[in-house]
């Protein structure tokens, strides 16, 4: 698999791998300092809307990692599988290939935002990767008892729904910025493709809930929000209150997007943890 390398934005690079696509920023060959590696949310969108979080190669020489999951954006789509196939642990050993194809598996730190927060604390809890550093669990939630269902039956409504809800507790900024827009359309767009999202939700994810194993994550833990993030102070808590190495920290001025609405604080705070 080739990667896209490249500064802090790189959104012409077309060195893309359709079956793991990548992207990576920052000093890869310089392992004084551990890498990133950034899941993105969903499921069954792309990773544009957090590349605010490459700004710590740039201000603190941290490389960063963002890939597009399987059946998602720029990734091999399989719209024809069953629900059955669309499962933690398939997104899981994908991550394992990642993290494989990189040679970082000795020493990494990952950050995971929403469903990609997910998809991070369950590789710690199923797999226990012995080269796992720091986990950041970023906007993210331990049930989706504590979150909703999300609906893929009607998606021009859902999607009309969706901006209202987002407005207030997606990202506050206005008008939305680009990545994320485009983020969006890779899933619910004219031509985007909702498989990932709807398949998940109808299946594993709508009674999905790792409250009663987060005693088994074994690395320091950092978990945030927004002060007016669809994952409230109540949806956190019980990663707070049930990982024993967590730390957490609200962002005040931010709803479920603290990468865009406060870009900086953002990243003085993930740098702060991954460098302690």
Request: hydrophobic content about 40%.
């Amino acid at each position: 698999m080739r990667a896209c390398r490249g500064g802090r934005r790189a959104p012409s690079c077309a060195a893309w791998k359709k079956e793991l696509a990548a992207k990576v920023f920052g000093n890869f060959t310089d392992r004084s300092r551990t890498p990133l590696v950034v899941p993105h949310g969903g499921p069954g969108i792309s990773h544009d809307y957090l590349l605010p979080a490459s700004d710590l190669a740039q201000s603190h020489s941290i490389p960063v990692i963002f890939y597009d999951q399987l059946g998602a954006a720029r990734s091999t789509h399989l719209p024809g599988k069953p629900t059955s196939f669309w499962t933690i642990d398939l997104f899981i050993d994908e991550l394992v290939n990642l993290i494989n194809h990189f040679g970082i598996q000795e020493s990494f730190d990952l950050l995971g935002h929403s469903w990609g927060g997910v998809l991070g604390v369950e590789y710690e809890v199923r797999r226990q990767p012995k080269g796992l550093r720091r986990l950041i669990l970023t906007n993210s939630l331990p049930s989706m008892a504590l979150w909703g269902q999300s609906s893929y039956a009607d998606i021009p409504r859902y999607k009309a729904a969706l901006a209202k809800f987002h407005a207030k507790h997606g990202c506050r900024i206005d008008p939305i910025p680009e990545d994320l827009q485009r983020t969006l359309n890779f899933a619910l767009g004219e031509d985007g493709d909702p498989t990932v999202g709807r398949e998940m939700f109808q299946g594993e994810l709508k009674e999905w809930s790792v409250v009663d194993q987060l005693h088994l994550v074994r690395v320091p833990t950092l978990v945030a929000n927004g002060r007016y993030d669809i994952a409230q102070d109540f949806v956190c808590e019980p990663f707070e209150s049930g990982i024993r190495q967590a730390k957490r920290v609200r962002f005040e001025d931010s709803s479920h997007s603290p990468q865009w609405e406060e870009r900086e604080k953002f990243i003085e705070v993930i740098a702060g943890f991954l460098e302690e």
